[in-house]
Structure formats: C-alpha cells, structure tokens
C-alpha cells in the first residue's frame, strides 16, 4: 500500500521524536538552518504572488512548496520538534527527558532563526539594490505585514495577546498534520499532497508561525516597519511560541497517541450462545 494505518505512522511519530533528541548539536543546527532559509524563501515567494496577482488564494496555495522541501531534505522545524519529541517522553523511551527536550528545541531555534535571519538580509539586499534604491512592492508589503502583526494586535491589548496565542495554536494545529501526512505516504506523491493540504489552509487563514514570523519581522524592520524589536518579541514571537506548542502537541501528537498507542481498553461484552445450544 502506498500510505500506513495510524497505529504504524504515530509509533513512527514517536520515533522520530526519539532520534531527534538523540541527534548531534551540529546536525540538528544545520538541518534547522536549513529549514529555516528554506521556509523564509517560501514567503517571499507566496507574498510575491500575492502582490503580483492581488489574489492571496494564489498565494497559499504555493506556499507548501517551501514546506514539501525541507521535509523531503529532512531538515528540521521548530514546530515540528514541539510535536514529535515530548511523545517519545511519553513513551518513556530511554534517556528522553524534559531536560534534554528543551535543549532540543534551543537548538532548532537557534538553527530557524540564524536560517531565516540570513535569507531576511538577503531579501532586504534584493528588494533594495543593496540599500541603494526605494524599497520594491514585495518589500513594502512585507514591511506592512510586520506592521499589522505587531502593533496591530498591541492594539487590542490582552485581546490581541490572547488572539496571537489562539491563531499560533491553530497555526501549529495544520502544520503539524502536514508532517504527520508526510509520515502516512510512502511515496513522494503522496507524501508532497497529504503536506500541501494543511500548510496551505494555515497560510491562507493568516495563522501565525513562529518560524515564518522570525523572517517576516526582521525583514520589515530592515525595510523601515514601524515598529520595534520588542514589539516583535513580546507581541507576536513569545504568544506564537507558546501557542504552537500548545496546539501541535494537544490537537495533533497526543490526541494520534493516546488512541492509536496508548488505547483504551474495550468493553467486554458476554458472549451470547447460539439459540438451540446448551450452555451446560
């Protein structure tokens, strides 16, 4: 068959949660990097479209190009190791602590990041001829994105905090069904379709991730956004952090776990004799 049943891909989950956290600090920094540019050239090219075209459903429907890359590469995303690495914890797999699964996921983002902070400068680079020149279409809209998505929710207070955490749990929610996708196909085909449904549904709803945000935000400032490194920080990094965590791990990882590892036990009905048969 070209897909596995659930019970087979979500032990795959837990294993490839456990062979994350036992993964040397230079390839796991590496494959995050890697990630990380990869993803960030993938905005680039989405809001692209979306400017050219004036038509965002363009837009996301190719987004999950960036996202089918890095997974078939085998590089590493932030929000993926939020899901993947506290089940093997939960499996009680040898040597997985929580300890170790932090360390983990500094390590991931301090790949993302370094990775998407070198595409954001050369984009910056590209969209001015070398702060040369007036800032090209592309560059004022992301610098306008990083506008709205910052103070914009400033704005609203404790109701834009909360928003950001909701939309960075939905956020992780999609995502983390398209790396659990990747994982029930065995053929690329397959494993490219089952990733582009969800990621494109999280681009289009203008749910946040964490990783996306660390390319958008530094760009824009680069580019003159009005607003500030704390602005990003605190009202939209730290929120969209907290809620990819909570919505990748709860809505995807334990709710695959708990019913297709850790099952429940069934009901044991009596066995009712065939009429005419003596139970004797």
């Given at each position: 068959?070209?897909?596995l049943?659930p019970?087979?891909f979500?032990?795959?989950?837990v294993?490839?949660?456990?062979s994350?956290?036992?993964?040397g600090?230079?390839?796991?920094?590496?494959?995050?990097?890697?990630a990380?540019?990869?993803?960030?050239?993938?905005v680039?090219?989405s809001?692209?479209?979306?400017?050219?075209?004036?038509?965002p459903?363009?837009?996301a429907?190719m987004?999950?190009?960036?996202?089918?890359?890095?997974?078939?590469?085998?590089?590493?995303?932030?929000?993926?190791?939020?899901?993947?690495?506290?089940?093997?914890?939960?499996?009680k797999?040898?040597g997985?602590?929580w300890?170790?699964?932090?360390?983990?996921?500094?390590?991931?983002?301090?790949?993302?990041?370094?990775?998407?902070?070198?595409?954001?400068?050369?984009?910056?680079?590209?969209?001015?001829?070398?702060?040369?020149?007036?800032?090209?279409?592309?560059g004022?809209?992301v610098?306008t994105?990083?506008?709205k998505?910052?103070v914009?929710?400033a704005?609203?207070?404790?109701?834009?905090?909360?928003?950001?955490?909701?939309?960075?749990?939905?956020?992780?929610?999609?995502v983390?069904?398209?790396?659990?996708?990747?994982?029930?196909?065995?053929?690329?085909?397959g494993?490219?379709?089952?990733?582009?449904?969800?990621?494109?549904?999280?681009?289009?709803?203008?749910?946040?991730?964490?990783v996306?945000n660390?390319?958008?935000?530094?760009?824009?400032?680069?580019?003159?956004?009005?607003?500030?490194?704390?602005?990003?920080?605190?009202?939209?990094?730290?929120?969209?952090?907290l809620?990819?965590?909570?919505?990748?791990?709860t809505?995807?990882g334990?709710?695959?776990?708990?019913?297709?590892?850790?099952?429940?036990?069934?009901?044991?009905?009596?066995?009712?004799?065939?009429?005419?048969?003596?139970?004797?």
């Open positions: 068959m070209s897909y049943q019970s087979e979500v032990t795959k989950m294993d490839a949660g456990e994350k956290i036992y993964m600090t230079r390839d796991t920094i590496i494959r995050a990097y890697m990380g540019a990869i993803l960030a050239l993938a680039v090219f809001v692209t479209i979306n400017v050219q075209t004036g038509n459903i363009v837009g429907a987004f999950p190009v960036g996202f089918s890359m890095l997974y078939l590469m085998g590089f590493d995303l932030l929000t993926g190791v939020f899901v993947l690495t506290p089940l093997a914890w939960l499996d797999r040898p997985v602590t300890p170790r699964i932090l360390e983990n996921w500094g390590k991931v983002f301090i790949g993302n990041f370094c990775g998407a902070m070198t595409v954001a400068i050369l984009m910056a680079i590209n969209f001015t001829y070398g702060f040369t020149d007036e800032i090209s279409e592309v004022k809209t610098a994105i990083g506008e998505r910052t914009g929710y704005e609203h207070g404790f109701g834009g905090w909360l928003t950001l955490f909701i939309r960075g749990c939905l956020c992780n929610w999609m983390s069904m398209g790396v659990v996708g990747a994982m029930i196909a065995t053929s690329v085909p494993k490219v379709i089952a990733m582009w449904m969800p990621i494109m549904v999280f681009f289009y709803l203008g749910f946040e991730h964490s996306v660390m390319f958008l935000f530094p760009l824009g400032l680069m580019l003159g956004g009005n607003f500030s490194i704390g602005d990003y920080i605190f009202w939209n990094e730290l929120p969209t952090v809620g990819n965590i909570v919505g990748g791990l809505l995807t334990l709710t695959l776990y708990t019913t297709h590892v850790r099952t429940q036990a069934r009901r044991q009905f009596p066995v009712k004799p065939a009429p005419g048969t003596s139970t004797s």
